[in-house]
């Protein structure tokens, strides 16, 4: 499934960002949906996800507490509000959905991106000081 993801900008530290995550032609009804971010020069990390059947959020350490991930009810559409932005926050943005399953506590597939077959195309994220 094709994904679409926007939202992402120029904030300054401590203003916030709703980033959006769509899909192509269908729902997330049966997929997990997870926000993943990559910044130069490191690995993709897990930003915060909802898990496929119990619709569970996990989040980041980094990132508890200021983001927070969400779902319209028809499932057509996932948010990332992130409020309180800091610098070390900039990076590429990036949704992915799949039928990641959840085995072990905290579930923590939802933190591998392999775990995932659809990806978005990124959304720019820069938090300036």
């Known amino acids: 499934v094709q994904l679409q993801a926007s939202g992402g900008g120029l904030v300054q530290v401590g203003e916030s960002l709703r980033l959006s995550c769509r899909p192509s032609?269908?729902?997330?009804?049966?997929?997990?949906v997870s926000w993943f971010r990559q910044a130069p020069g490191t690995d993709r990390e897990f930003v915060a996800g909802?898990?496929?059947?119990?619709?569970?959020?996990y989040y980041a350490d980094s990132v508890k507490g200021r983001f927070t991930i969400s779902e319209d009810n028809a499932k057509s559409a996932v948010y990332l509000q992130m409020d309180s932005l800091r610098p070390e926050d900039a990076a590429v943005y990036y949704c992915?959905?799949?039928?990641?399953?959840?085995?072990?506590?905290?579930?923590?597939?939802?933190?591998?991106?392999?775990?995932?077959?659809?990806w978005g195309q990124g959304t720019q994220v820069t938090v300036s000081s």
């Open positions: 992915a959905a799949g039928r990641v399953i959840c085995s072990g506590y905290g579930c923590p597939n939802m933190r591998r991106g392999t775990a995932y077959d659809s």
């Open positions: 032609g269908r729902t997330f009804s049966d997929s997990a």
């Open positions: 909802i898990t496929k059947n119990q619709r569970t959020k």
